[in-house]
């Protein structure tokens, strides 16, 4: 019987009777076991195994969303690229590339983009909206063999929200610097799991997403730079995040009345004809992708008053902002 387990960073032996939480998923019924290791500060989930069939079952509405159309809205983790990084043209690859919506912006900024991610009907999605050939249905596995084969090197390789789903983080980490060229930069971005409104979004109302099989490992500050360095990266710098205001509306509206994002999807669904569509969209961009002008309008004036009926509630919280981002953004080169 198996005695001990391993830190997927450090290496470092752990009990396996030392665990600090058990979850069981309501989607495949595996109990998960979550250690933590003192020296790295990395939490991870074991059994530590990527299940990739689960991102195409389109379990989360981000999955739906990624497979009906590209959102137009940048995330504030991508924003943090164009706001930090040293690189405005090169040739850029994006691990887990999703809907598309980063590496369309990044091709406008100026890179030569690529993008490999291992749900197919995503990929699907960017070759249809956006027409870029450069994108592949692939495990990085099997990207690092065919770049390999075709002898490809890459100025900058990105990852956002990608580092927490790995089983094998050390074995990925070595695959992007094989990738890099000489010089070559990582950036990216992680769940800051000591952020105050990452606790309550994906710890509570939606704790399925921080948790196996979707995420297997939490990262904060300290344990992202920790990880970065022992896996050879130099100029490693960590970022944390401020809390958008914008998002403390929908925050307070939660905290208030539950979740209403099934209503808002009915309500959005009204302008771009389904459910599923409405998913990729924010209220602000349906009147560009839509002919029903006037209902998109309307929308747009009911989430206003409700920023306005919420301003007291929100006004609560504009001191816990700062440094409380869901996000940790990083950058390295090799």
Request: aromatic share 14%.
């Amino acid at each position: 019987m198996k005695t001990e387990t391993f830190c997927p960073i450090c290496e470092e032996k752990v009990s396996v009777d030392d665990y600090r939480e058990v979850y069981v998923s309501p989607y495949t019924k595996q109990e998960y076991k979550r250690y933590e290791w003192p020296n790295c500060d990395v939490h991870w989930w074991e059994p530590l195994k990527i299940i990739p069939e689960f991102y195409e079952s389109e379990v989360f509405e981000d999955y739906i969303a990624f497979h009906e159309g590209v959102s137009l809205s940048l995330g504030d983790n991508h924003k943090a690229f164009f706001r930090y990084f040293p690189l405005r043209a090169g040739k850029l690859l994006d691990i887990g590339c999703g809907d598309g919506r980063f590496i369309r912006h990044a091709k406008e900024a100026g890179f030569e983009v690529w993008g490999i991610d291992f749900d197919t009907k995503s990929v699907e999605t960017v070759k249809r909206e956006l027409g870029i050939d450069t994108v592949f249905a692939m495990s990085l596995e099997e990207f690092y063999e065919f770049a390999k084969k075709e002898g490809l090197k890459f100025d900058v390789i990105t990852f956002f929200e990608v580092l927490e789903h790995q089983d094998k983080p050390k074995e990925f980490l070595k695959m992007v610097k094989d990738l890099l060229k000489d010089g070559g930069y990582i950036a990216g971005s992680v769940p800051d799991r000591e952020s105050m409104f990452q606790r309550t979004f994906y710890q509570k109302w939606y704790s399925y997403v921080d948790h196996p099989p979707h995420h297997f490992l939490r990262f904060s500050k300290g344990s992202l730079e920790s990880a970065l360095k022992l896996a050879g990266f130099s100029e490693v710098k960590v970022i944390k995040s401020d809390f958008p205001f914008k998002e403390l509306f929908p925050y307070v509206e939660k905290k208030l009345f539950g979740n209403l994002d099934e209503l808002k999807n009915k309500l959005k669904a009204m302008v771009v004809g389904s459910e599923r569509k409405a998913r990729a969209y924010a209220v602000e961009d349906l009147d560009k992708i839509s002919e029903r002008k006037k209902t998109a309008i309307m929308l747009k004036a009911l989430k206003l008053g409700r920023n306005l009926a919420l301003s007291p509630f929100v006004l609560l919280y504009l001191g816990k902002l700062k440094g409380n981002g869901v996000h940790l953004y990083f950058q390295a080169r090799i």
